[in-house]
């Protein structure tokens, strides 16, 4: 079998990591997020995978090239002249995905979740339709556009954007499977696979839905990161709980790399993610981060809802939270620094003002960030209180 994977994107939500690599090449739980989806497509016994690429297509290619020969697979690279949405990828690559006249899957970049591509190919074959996609659902379907489908088939009749009142609670997730025959329907311009192609083939009565067991997150900006981040790390727990960190000091759920050190007296969790060749230095707390390959935290530091960049430098006694709302205002950065958090459970967070650090960035000693978001190869060296980029 044959996929294509949307990674053209410039993977602007993501930024500054994007600044550095390619989303599709940030890792996610220590591993890059292609390299989730990679494996997932070989279990279910796909042989050539196409990667629809245009942004820094050079630095996947050359990590591509890699992979092939570790997962035994075939790796081709589409490379995109101009934007093409998410239907004009799979007109360009229309002879690859075409080969063999097998049915292929396509998926979104943005996309983790316990990836349910077998299940989805015997779906497909039963109810012999042109497209089959998954559907997951969600709390609050009107801030989507939500499919609506027949109960006993799965055969969707129509698709509701943002809906007022109630006609469905699932949304499209991202990924799908298609037999050859959708590459009739689709131009080499750029299209909207969502708004001009599945319409037309819910009309035809040729695309159906499969409903996702699991969780499922779109990882493409940092706050949804870093909950798509807990729940994998849940799912990790249920079934290979033997991966998870685990000694003095550790809460919850916590991944951590065999060539990351920690420090003595440090808590760690629940929901942390360190990276290859991390440094923890003693008496740090950190709690809903990730901190990805090669980044050093200086003793005394507490760190929670962040995302710290490749290399990068946290100075001892750093505050790098959000305060409850209401209280960081009546205070000064120097008083915040002197603040517990760990008393402040029962009070709302504002999880939004999640602060990333991009790639090597220098935070001096004592200061105090919340929602700052630094590009690479900067140094910090005042407090930054309130929500802002640092360029």
Not at 9 to 23: C, H, I, Q
Not at 79 to 107: C, I, N, Q, Y
Not at 126 to 133: D, I, N, P
Request: hydrophobic residues 45%; neutral net charge.
């Amino acid at each position: 079998m044959r996929a294509l994977i949307l990674v053209g994107g410039f993977g602007t939500r993501l930024r500054p990591l994007t600044l550095s690599r390619p989303k599709p090449l940030v890792e996610f739980c220590n591993k890059a997020l292609l390299l989730h989806q990679l494996e997932a497509l070989r279990q279910a016994g796909v042989s050539h995978v196409v990667l629809a690429v245009s942004y820094m297509s050079e630095a996947l290619e050359a990590a591509m090239r890699e992979q092939e020969q570790r997962l035994g697979i075939r790796i081709s690279l589409s490379h995109e002249k101009e934007p093409l949405g998410t239907a004009g990828p799979l007109a360009l690559a229309r002879d690859l995905l075409a080969e063999g006249g097998e049915p292929f899957f396509v998926l979104n970049s943005d996309v983790i979740c316990e990836f349910p591509f077998a299940a989805l190919a015997r779906f497909h074959r039963q109810h012999g339709g042109e497209g089959s996609l998954v559907v997951t659902r969600v709390e609050e379907p009107a801030k989507y556009g939500v499919v609506v489908s027949e109960a006993d088939t799965g055969r969707i009749c129509r698709f509701v954007e943002k809906p007022r009142v109630f006609v469905s609670n699932k949304i499209n997730a991202g990924l799908y499977i298609f037999s050859p025959g959708i590459l009739q329907r689709i131009q080499l311009r750029p299209t909207s696979i969502e708004k001009e192609i599945f319409p037309a083939m819910a009309q035809d009565g040729q695309l159906y839905a499969m409903e996702l067991q699991g969780f499922w997150m779109d990882i493409g900006q940092p706050k949804d990161f870093l909950t798509g981040m807990c729940m994998y790390l849940q799912a990790l727990r249920a079934q290979h709980p033997e991966k998870l960190h685990s000694g003095p000091g550790v809460v919850g759920n916590v991944l951590v790399d065999p060539s990351a050190k920690i420090g003595a007296n440090c808590v760690i969790g629940p929901n942390v993610t360190i990276g290859a060749g991390v440094v923890v230095e003693d008496g740090v707390r950190i709690k809903r981060c990730t901190v990805l390959k090669g980044a050093r935290i200086r003793s005394h530091s507490w760190l929670e809802s962040c995302i710290v960049g490749w290399s990068c430098s946290v100075g001892q006694w750093v505050r790098m939270w959000v305060p409850p709302q209401g209280i960081g205002a009546q205070l000064l950065p120097s008083q915040l620094l002197g603040l517990q958090p760990k008393g402040w459970r029962d009070v709302p967070v504002r999880m939004e003002n999640v602060t990333v650090l991009g790639e090597d960035v220098i935070v001096n000693d004592e200061l105090y960030l919340n929602g700052a978001n630094v590009l690479p190869h900067k140094s910090i060296a005042e407090s930054v209180p309130e929500p802002r980029i640092i360029m």
